[in-house]
């Protein structure tokens, strides 16, 4: 017996002890009908190949670990940036349990959001009854200011149509006339969580700015001195914001952040749970339209939302998920166009210590390969930062990366010296990726949990940057934005490559004479 | 700590119905009306929680439930470890359920081994206006030239499937065939089929049934020499191990296990399930169905057992082996006697810490009965529960088997009543899921997710039980909950006092 009352083991070991072997030896002996082990390990071995690549990217119909999710996780994940805002997702339930369980997974934080419940019934006579008692239900019990509706695919195939089921709601009195119901279409067979992302944030700005849906007076936009910014969707919100936050606070620029989720995924345990906290309020939402410009962080998260507050007549300005120096820069300095205000001093000596830590580590990242998968704005963002430190990226993969984006990349690439050997790879898997470290193989693999497999697979050390994080606590409350994220990105980088350096130099009398106490 | 300490059990009961009074009132007529027929207080000696279940939740109360896809995909099919689950339709439903569940099993990933993987069909908009079938079809030629060690492929339709009329039984039949009678099973576990997760289960059930073993000749021999002891366990997902810490059992009282169902579980151990002498049913909820078809059509009896904490562990040994000879009964009587100094030393380490603590529970399947025994063997007291997916035969069983008098009872609970309950109830600790975690956290309630162990177990059999207790000690005892209040701003709370 290996279990012991006094040093309890748990998985990890409890199933290494030879009683548990030699059970699940003869289980699979006996009972499994296994392959043969050589052929396991050929099969292994060929999955390897150049050949098997070639077969790999040939694949029209297949889609394999692939990096991204559906439209209404994205408006999930913006729903809950407005103060009080439940977001309602119309459509099969199940769907909403997922979205829950994958943002909690990652935020380690309760995730409030409701289903309208439709089952068979509603997918033959539509979903009208799901949402007049939907939305009543939502009201009575959860008390939100808003309640922000979206779409599972069921409720897009059989083509519910909320707006008007969300008029006849109201004249039903399920919530009152006056009450906020912003909506988006946010079907699950077209772009991904990031095209939620923005469906749904362009569903409540046009909501507030043109009349709420025909029932008041459009907004007359008189123009103001405050900017608006967009964080788009963002695994590392919470550090984000409030870094944002900070320095707008430090240039002395007025500003509202559109779609803010950083307290509700950042609540105190003090006692009382919170379903609603913080989040851009509605008046704000509203006087947005006023601003004199409003800047998106992840352009390929506001592809809609932009257009949409650009012909209300404001400027706008989009970024990639700025990492680094020269993306900080071009960050800071268009808000300084664009507010007329400076960029403190405080900010310079921050660029400052960024490029002093960088010169300090430059010799340990400059020309090694690295592999990087995500969100198409965090790739690009952290494509340009590694080629700012003299890193290669090697390959650069969105599953849900369009043809325009990888132009984009492109373009990043051939703009340094260090990208001439480094490809993009739009609408490809992690499958993909896996054929790719194999036979193209680098140092390291920047990219979500799920990059584990990867690490496992192909002995590529995987840097956890990106969304979901699962496995490893607390991430997201650090910032990767601004010259002060941009130092958590470099330390996260460096400390994988100081670990895997002591990891391959630690084997006494053989290997450890490069084990050094300096680096 | 609690209230229900220092109650009779009256007083519990009157507090029980007001909370459910208390409750109802903030919904709209229409949903208190249909809300107030799943909660109730339980009475003893009643046949069952006196609750509905298995209808339909009420739309934006923001039920706990998930759907057919999550009950086939995610529960019954996924974990056949050497078959390629397609999870058939958009990204989102694989993406979200993709290595979530901790089935544990031995392989080697993407060559003979697939559970960790998220194979999908990720529909586009022109898949959903010109329909799916080439797609898949041409996925299953994929499959087979980059996986060629799958031993057989499943296809887990979303939503979308059953309402654009794909004909997913066609491309299977064709494209089994034209890979020699390979095992291609189609599953029409579209989500919004059903109330719950549990249609799901009985679809995924069927499918065995009418995929796997309509195809196989009860009469061909086994690949393995058969022997009177045969037995398979069914209904144990392998969460964190439970299943290997169940099969040791089985195997130490000298019966053989042909099969496991469905956790670290193969193909060819489904198809070899109709030799075996009985079938052991864990989660009944999610596999009575296939065992009852089995019952019928190969006459083999099923049993249910109770892994969980060593009294339900040992009644349940016995129980199994009381369908066998004596060899077998003295061999229960000998993994009994094994265990008994183990699981001694576990209630002496951990039940002067748990003792007279409360639980409310909120899970799926078996688990807001099954695991009331395990409590209760280390003196705690579960003082609420509920199933996200139940049907009355469940209700039944908790009623007869489990539950105490005056237990509140909550089926498919919302959001908004469960905080209530634990909000006025103030539990020790609840059990539930990822997404109820974090709420109660928040309000200072200890907490362990029941669906996923909390990334520990196993909780199964003996070994599971010193985990179980362990892990029941450090969520109710770790310092963190004393220290949730902030100190100036502590207010005295008069009822604490009370119960102190």
Known sequence: ?519 | MSLAKTEGVGEVKARNKELIEEVLKVYPAKAAKRRAKHLNVHEEGKSDCGVKSNLKSIPGVMTIRGCAYAGSKGVVWGPIKDMIHISHGPVGCGQYSWAARRNYYIGTTGIDTFVTMQFTSDFQEKDIVFGGDKKLAKIMDEIQDLFPLNNGITVQSECPIGLIGDDIEAVSKQKSKQYEGKTIVPVRCEGFRGVSQSLGHHIANDAVRDWVFDKIDPDAPARFEETPYDVAIIGDYNIGGDAWSSRILLEEMGLRVIAQWSGDGTLAELEATPKAKLNVLHCYRSMNYISRHMEEKYGIPWCEYNFFGPSKIAESLRKIASFFDDKIKEGAERVIAKYQPLMDAVIARYRPRLEGKTVMLFVGGLRPRHVIGAYEDLGMEVVGTGYEFGHNDDYQRTAQHYVKDGTLIYDDVTGYEFEKFVEKIQPDLVGSGIKEKYVFQKMGVPFRQMHSWDYSGPYHGYDGFAIFARDMDMAINSPIWKMAQTPWKRKPVPTMIAAE
């Open chain 1, 1 to 519: 017996m290996t279990q012991n009352a006094d040093n309890v083991l748990d998985h990890f070991e409890l199933f290494r002890g030879p009683e548990y072997q030699q059970m699940l030896e003869a289980k699979k002996k006996m009972f499994e009908n296994p392959h043969d082990p050589a052929e396991v390990e050929r099969v292994r071995e060929w999955a390897k190949t150049e050949e098997y690549k070639e077969k790999n990217f040939a694949r029209e119909a297949l889609t394999v670990n692939p990096a991204k999710a559906c439209q209404p996780l994205g408006a999930v994940f913006a729903a809950v940036g407005f103060e009080g805002t439940i977001p309602f997702v119309h459509g099969s339930q199940g769907c909403v349990a997922y979205y829950r369980s994958h943002l909690s997974r990652h935020f380690k934080e309760p995730s409030s959001c409701v289903s309208s419940s439709m089952t068979e019934d509603a997918a033959v006579f539509g979903g009208l009854n799901n949402m007049v008692d939907g939305l009543a239900n939502t009201y009575n019990l959860y008390k939100p200011k808003m309640i922000a509706v979206s779409t599972t695919c069921m409720a897009e195939v059989i083509g519910d149509d909320l707006n008007a089921f969300i008029k006849t709601a109201k004249e039903k009195e399920s919530v009152p006339a006056e009450f906020d119901v912003p909506f988006a279409h946010t079907p699950a067979f077209v772009g991904s969580h990031v095209t939620g992302y923005d469906n749904a944030l362009k569903g409540i700005i046009e909501h507030f700015w043109d009349g709420k849906a025909g029932t008041t007076e459009k907004l007359e936009r008189k123009p103001n001195d405050t900017i608006n910014f967009i964080g788009g969707f963002d695994g590392y919100t919470v550090g984000n914001m409030r870094e944002i936050r900070r320095i707008f606070d430090l240039m002395g620029v007025e500003h509202t952040i559109l779609c803010d989720n950083s307290d509700v995924f950042d609540t105190p345990t003090d006692g009382e749970f919170r379903m609603y906290d913080g989040g851009t309020t509605l008046e704000d939402a509203a006087n947005a339209i006023h601003a004199k410009a409003t800047i998106s962080m992840q352009q390929y998260c506001t592809e809609k939302t932009l257009p949409v507050i650009k012909a209300h007549g404001q400027e706008v300005a989009s970024f990639n998920h700025p990492v680094g120096v020269a993306s900080t820069d071009a960050f800071l300095m268009e808000v300084a166009r664009l507010t007329g205000k400076e960029i403190p001093e405080e900010l310079a000596r921050e660029r400052g210590r960024l490029v002093d830590a960088i010169a300090d580590s430059s010799a340990h990242i400059h020309g090694k390969k690295f592999a990087i998968y995500g969100d198409p704005d965090l790739c690009l963002g952290l494509a340009a930062f590694l080629l700012e430190l003299g890193a290669e990226p090697t390959h650069i993969l969105a599953t849900n990366g369009t043809k325009g984006w990888a132009k984009q990349v492109q373009e990043l690439l051939d703009s340094s010296p260090f990208g001439q050997d480094c490809h993009v790879y739009a609408g490809k898997d992690l499958w993909h990726m896996r054929s790719l470290l194999f036979t193209e193989p680098v140092d390291f693999l920047i990219g979500n949990t799920y990059g584990k497999y990867l690490e496992r697979d192909t002995g590529t050390p995987l840097i956890r940057i990106g969304f979901p994080v699962f496995d490893r606590h607390h991430h997201h409350r650090r910032p990767v934005w601004g010259y002060q994220g941009s130092m958590n990105v470099l330390i996260t980088i460096l400390d994988k490559i100081f670990d895997e350096i002591d990891r391959n130099t630690n084997v006494p009398a053989k290997t450890d004479y490069s084990f050094d106490i300096i680096r």
